[in-house]
Nanobody, 116 residues
Framework: QVQLVESGGGLVQAGGSLRLSCAAS????????MGWYRQGPGKQRELVAT???????NYADSVKGRFTISRDNNKNTMVLQMNSLKPEDTAVYYC??????????WGQGTQVTVSS
């Protein structure tokens, strides 16, 4: 089985940057589609960005031009570089792996707080 652990969250002021990492263990994740999701206070979890097994990326409109998703298959990690952060970006950010069409693997989440 595969386990995912996020890191890199913290408190930043609006306009600042943060780099989130997702470390995978137990399986080689290079063959799986992956992504970052987030859940703000009182909100449902929403998709932030995805990167498939071929390295193709997609972004939510709200983060286009500010966030960059990438993966290093050799290190079995995935990264979300977040620039020009806004208070609306405040949320718990989760690493996701599409294990199968019906089964998603999630990390424990890392808190990102952006002050105005």
């Amino acid at each position: 089985q595969v386990q995912l652990v996020e890191s890199g969250g913290g408190l930043v002021q609006a306009g600042g940057s943060l780099r989130l990492s997702c470390a995978a263990s137990g399986r080689d994740v290079s063959i799986y589609d992956m992504g970052w999701y987030r859940q703000g206070p009182g909100k449902q979890r929403e998709l932030v960005a995805t990167i498939d097994r071929g390295g193709r990326t997609n972004y939510a409109d709200s983060v286009k031009g500010r966030f960059t998703i990438s993966r290093d298959n050799n290190k079995n990690t995935m990264v979300l570089q977040m620039n020009s952060l806004k208070p609306e970006d405040t949320a718990v950010y989760y690493c996701n792996l599409k294990r199968s069409i019906w089964y998603d693997v999630w990390g424990q989440g890392t808190q990102v707080t952006v002050s105005s």
